[in-house]
Every structure is written in C-alpha cells, then in structure tokens.
C-alpha cells in the first residue's frame, strides 16, 4: 500500500513539473468561469457578472514560451446605478483570443495578446422586458494581459481585457473587463 502511495504521488508531482508544453507539443484547455465586465465612458453604469466558457489550443514554440488561441463565449456589458438602477446592457461576444504565454517560473505565465470578438447577443433588460440594443457593433477588438498558474494540468488564468474599438456607433464607450477562469489542459 505503501508502495502504491509513493508510485501515486511520484506521478503528480512529475505532473506538477511538466506544467507548460515542451517545444512542438500541443495542448487543449477547456475552461469556464467569470467575467466581471463594464463599459468605459458610460455614466450610471457599473459592473455586470457574467459567464465566460470556451476552449483554448497551445503549443510550445519555445523554451518557456507558448503560442494559444481558442474561442469563449463572453457575457459582456454592464449594470446601471442610481437613477438606471434595473437596468443591464447585455453584450455577448464569441472571442477568440491569440496570446503569448511566456513562463517566468515553473507553472506560472505572463500573457499578452489581442483578441477580435464577434457579437452574438445586444439586448437591454429592465423589470423582466427585454429590447435589441441599436447601433451595437458586430466586431470589437481587445488586448488581454494576464497570468496565469498551472499545477497537475489544472490552469487558474486572470486577464484584463483592455477594450480597443467602440462598443456602438454613436457612443465612445468601450469594453473593459476581467475573465477569471479555471480550466484543464490536456497535452496531445
């Protein structure tokens, strides 16, 4: 029994070291978790929690540095305050973000990218009645910057989302938000 404990941790922890990909390799990681989202430049408004759930490709292109790029779907958006109160702007965006992933510590990445995203839902909802959002743009174009730490295949990945180009065609708001997810890479 003794044995079979041993041989059981020696497999995680060799897991644990091998966190990021070997040159050539590829990998895939499903993820999903939050987006806490806002609009820049938008009065009464504040944050909208939303989903964030999709799938990411990598391969290691060099030592401790790593090419992905996938597509999430992102609730984006935001809430409104004060005499908007009730109110939520529903933007909903499929992104597909291209990053570099550079590896300053085993398991643990800095990322930078940029990310075009396609939008797939702009509703305002308010006491239970919802309305399409006119003059929303169906592309936005973002710069994700995060870290990211990965141990045993499980990755716990944070980025700001710095929105480039206006949210709508008559408004100089833009997206501005984080995306918190865990998800599980799995080398092939």
């Known amino acids: 029994m003794k044995k079979l404990f041993f ?14 990909n070997e040159v050539g390799q590829w990998s895939i ?5 939050v987006n806490l989202a806002t609009m820049t430049k938008a ?9 964030a759930a999709g799938a990411e490709f990598a391969v290691g292109a060099a030592e401790n540095f ?3 790029f996938g597509a999430l779907y992102s609730m984006q958006g935001a809430k409104g305050k004060g005499i908007n109160d ?21 398991g643990f990445a800095i990322k930078a990218g940029v990310q075009p995203g396609f939008n797939v839902k702009k509703k305002l909802t ?4 919802s309305a399409d959002i006119d003059g929303v ?15 045993g295949g499980v990755v716990l990945d944070a980025r700001y989302n710095w929105g480039i180009t206006k949210a709508a065609k008559d408004s100089d708001s833009k ?8 998800g599980y890479k799995i080398p092939f």
């Open 7 to 20: 041989i059981a941790a020696m497999m995680v922890a060799t897991l644990s070291a091998n966190a990021q």
């Open 29 to 33: 990681k499903p993820m999903a978790g």
């Open 43 to 51: 009065d009464n408004t504040k944050m909208r929690v939303g989903l």
């Open 66 to 68: 790593e090419i992905s």
């Open 86 to 106: 009730g109110i939520t702007m529903k933007l909903d965006y499929i992104n597909i973000p291209v990053l570099a992933n550079y590896y300053v510590a085993r």
């Open 126 to 129: 308010a006491d239970g009645a």
């Open 137 to 151: 743009k169906g592309f936005a174009f973002s710069v994700p910057v995060g870290l990211s730490y990965e141990v």
């Open 175 to 182: 997206h501005s938000y984080f995306t918190i997810t865990l």
